[in-house]
């Protein structure tokens, strides 16, 4: 299957379920909002899992595009990336986490044709507050997948207060050919998850009590990037359809190592969709992240040759993101926007030379330099530290 496929695959089955779409939005969540992107699949959806009604009913499925800042030490191995698709599922106080398991195998297996015998699921196995969760565990023996009980992991949370509950993770083996599946998902990192599902029934208030939902959800996620990898056989999501115009365009341009080559071609992806969102680089907010991102890209790149240049990069990847994720921004503007921050980002690192080739900066910095440097100069501390080690 092709990523459309995977994609309408998904889509159909949960309709043909009674679940309407809705279809996924900007990364820039509503205002008020105290995040500054969208996370998850089910993040514009809080108000109706806390019990206000949807217009679209209490079956909803649908594809969200989202971007996390917490993984960008992360990225460059072959599954994490800044910017992704949840593939969702939603029952907002219809049916119970049994149901939405069983049409979780259904779906892998007959769908998108996963072999039972690559498959392995989690459970929440209890903790001090709450017991087991015996009707997941049931629910999937009735199935024939094997079954791990995980005490204190398959416990989810949307942050510190909020919603939360018990969740049943599934797994797929990942060994390669001739390597049947060994251990389980918590002894051996061959099986990589792909779809969680939550029961979300519970709400921690501030002091930390937790408090039965009136209305019992199920929320289920999907990373579309990892299941595409998994069904095309690849062995890190930069090797699927979705990256091919950027694998094929950026290494022969850019000679990096391979954690390099994928940090690039993350950064820059997700640059292009924060673009097509409308956001412009800036010194806070989603300006910085969007700022981070390039300028994170122009270090990588300037580590072997200060003389490489995003004016290089073709058009080709940057039309094939927009339209994936129906953008209505062209690649002339986003080449625009990156241009500018690339000039921007020159002059900085110039000025911060003739800064730190100066006496009081010769030695080992302190953190009041750190933060001199950065008030002082508008040196942030990661560019100093590379400057220092160039």
């Keep these: 299957m092709d990523t459309d496929q995977i994609m309408r695959t998904f889509t159909d089955f949960f ?13 820039l969540p509503p205002p008020g909002d105290p995040v500054l992107f969208t996370t998850s699949g089910m993040h514009p959806l809080i108000p109706h899992l806390e019990g206000r009604p949807h217009p679209l009913g209490r079956r ?10 917490t993984d960008l030490d992360e990225v460059g191995d072959r599954t994490h990336l800044t910017v ?80 939360c509950g018990p969740d049943s993770e599934i797994f797929v083996w990942t060994g390669g050919p001739g390597t049947p599946p060994q251990g389980t998902p918590t002894t051996d990192p061959r099986w990589v998850e792909v779809w969680n599902h939550v029961g979300m029934r519970h709400h921690r208030a501030e002091d930390g009590t937790l408090q039965p939902l009136r209305q019992r959800n199920v929320d289920t996620g999907m990373g579309l990037e990892r299941l595409v990898m998994l069904l095309q056989g690849r062995d890190s999501v930069y090797g699927t359809d979705l990256f091919e115009p950027w694998a094929r365009h950026l290494p022969p ?13 993350d950064h820059l992806r997700s640059a292009t969709v924060v673009i097509g969102d409308g956001v412009r680089p800036s010194a806070g907010s989603h300006g910085y992240v969007l700022r981070r991102l390039v300028r994170r890209v122009l270090t990588t790149l300037w580590r072997d040759d200060p003389s490489r240049t995003l004016s290089d990069l073709p058009q080709e990847p940057l039309r094939h993101t927009l339209d994936h994720f129906r953008l ?54 990661d560019l100093v530290t590379g400057l220092r080690a160039g």
């Design 328 to 381: 209505p921004t062209g690649p002339d503007e986003v080449r625009g926007v990156l241009d500018e921050e690339e000039r921007r980002f020159r002059d900085l690192v110039r000025r911060g030379r003739r800064v730190l080739d100066r006496p009081e900066f010769s030695g080992k910095l302190s953190d009041d330099d750190y933060r001199r440097l950065h008030d002082t100069y508008g040196l942030p501390r």
């Design 84 to 163: 992704f698709q949840m593939l969702g599922s939603w029952s907002l106080g219809d049916y119970g986490l049994p149901q939405s398991l069983r049409w979780g195998c259904e779906l892998l297996r007959d769908g998108f044709g996963i072999p039972p015998e690559r498959m392995h699921v989690t459970v929440f196995g209890g903790n001090d507050e709450v017991g087991p969760d015996h009707e997941s565990l049931d629910t999937w023996r009735e199935s024939g997948l094997p079954v791990e009980m995980v005490r204190d992991d398959n416990w989810w949370s949307h942050g510190p207060a909020g919603l």
């Design 60 to 69: 909803l499925s649908g594809v969200q595009r989202c971007l996390r800042t």
């Design 15 to 27: 309709q043909e379920r009674g679940h309407l779409r809705i279809d996924g939005g900007s990364l």
């Design 253 to 265: 341009l850019w000679s990096l190592d391979e954690r390099g080559t994928r940090l690039v071609i």
